[in-house]
Nanobody, 111 residues
């Protein structure tokens, strides 16, 4: 199993970023996928989850209305569109499937 995140960077508050997670080594289209994040000095926390079809999603309260999780099963890729970013969104963002994690991608939001 391999999960590879991309798309992180530095953005000003109010800006947007789109993260991607390229998956391989398992039946991507049959499995739900999640995003998590870990801010400096804090525990890793849940951000969003999408079902295998992409038809059902669920978000953590801090990101509801600003982030959108989606997937393209033809490309074995999951996405996280992040809008109206805030400094408190600064963290390393991780792609997750079961017990597997990607290496993470850093998102830094400056005020």
């Amino acid at each position: 199993v391999q999960l590879v995140e991309a798309g992180g960077g530095v953005v000003q508050a109010g800006g947007s970023l789109r993260l991607s997670c390229a998956a391989s080594g398992f039946d991507f289209s049959s499995n739900g996928m999640s995003w998590y994040r870990q801010a400096p000095g804090k525990e890793r926390e849940f951000v969003a989850v999408v079902n295998n079809f992409g038809s059902a999603t669920y978000y953590a309260d801090p990101v509801k209305g600003r982030f959108t999780i989606s997937r393209d099963n033809a490309k074995n890729t999951m996405y996280l569109q992040m809008n109206s970013l805030k400094p408190e969104d600064t963290a390393v963002y991780y792609c997750n499937w079961r017990t597997y994690w990607g290496q993470g991608t850093q998102v830094t939001v400056s005020s």
